[in-house]
């Protein structure tokens, strides 16, 4: 079963501007993470956000996470051509560990 | 510092045939995941091994899936006999802990035919 669910599903925008996707999950977690798949290729891990921390950045990337409403979001600003992708968040599946990844959003960011 | 390796990197077998995939996680790393990621849809836990103990593999079908993570390192996964809809890209990762960060290899796409 997936974790978490991620909105848009697709999201389509112009070099320049920023890029926001939201993550949302049922079970309690320890952290929240979100990662990038490029197509073709492998997850890379962009993020971690623990359950005691509401905002993290890290570059263009800022992270939030809302564990009363179990959502999370990542906006990506500055948005270049480089940063289309897949976006996946993904949680550790209430304390035990796991690492389970939602449906993720697909950025297409054109030049 | 070496990635997660994974091989064969391509695989087209006949329905029915048997496959194997293997894994070689980053040195260190206790926590070794195999995913299943169909096209269009996000990465599916298959199953999780802490050191060489199973944490979660309840949604591997163990009627034609197996997976071994012997002296806690190197793993391989199996499917015996390979159906139609197990065609996906299946993705190798390590962790130190299980649910902390983890580094993916560049997957196995598997073709059934």
């Known amino acids: 079963s997936q974790q978490g669910e991620e909105d848009p599903q697709a999201l389509s925008i112009q070099e320049g501007e920023n890029a926001t996707m939201n993550c949302s999950y049922k079970?309690?977690?320890?952290?929240l993470q979100w990662y990038r798949q490029n197509s073709g290729r492998g997850l890379v891990h962009l993020i971690l956000?623990?359950?005691?921390?509401r905002e993290k950045h890290s570059g263009r990337l800022r992270v939030t996470l809302d564990t009363s409403k179990k959502s999370s979001s990542l906006l990506i600003t500055a948005s270049r051509a480089a940063d289309t992708a897949s976006y996946f968040c993904?949680?550790?599946?209430?304390?035990?560990?796991?690492?389970?990844f939602g449906q993720g959003t697909t950025l297409q960011v054109k030049p | 510092e070496a990635g997660v390796a994974q091989s064969p990197r391509y695989k087209i077998i006949e329905k029915r045939q048997s496959v194997a995939f293997w894994c070689n996680p980053i040195?260190?790393?206790?926590?070794l995941y195999w995913y299943q990621q169909i096209l269009g849809q996000g990465p599916k836990l298959l199953i999780q091994?802490?050191?060489?103990?199973?944490?979660?593999d309840s949604q591997l079908p163990k009627d034609r899936f197996s997976a071994e993570r012997l002296k806690g390192v190197d793993s391989t996964l199996k499917i015996q006999p390979a159906k139609l809809e197990d065609s996906a890209v299946y993705l190798c990762?390590?962790?130190?802990?299980?649910?902390?960060?983890?580094?993916f290899g560049q997957g196995t796409r598997l073709t059934v035919v």
């Open positions: 040195s260190g790393h206790a926590t």
């Open positions: 993904a949680t550790d599946g209430d304390y035990t560990g796991k690492l389970i």
């Open positions: 990762a390590s962790s130190l802990l299980g649910g902390s960060e983890a580094f």
């Open positions: 079970t309690s977690i320890n952290n």
């Open positions: 956000i623990r359950s005691n921390e």
């Open positions: 091994f802490q050191n060489n103990g199973v944490v979660d």
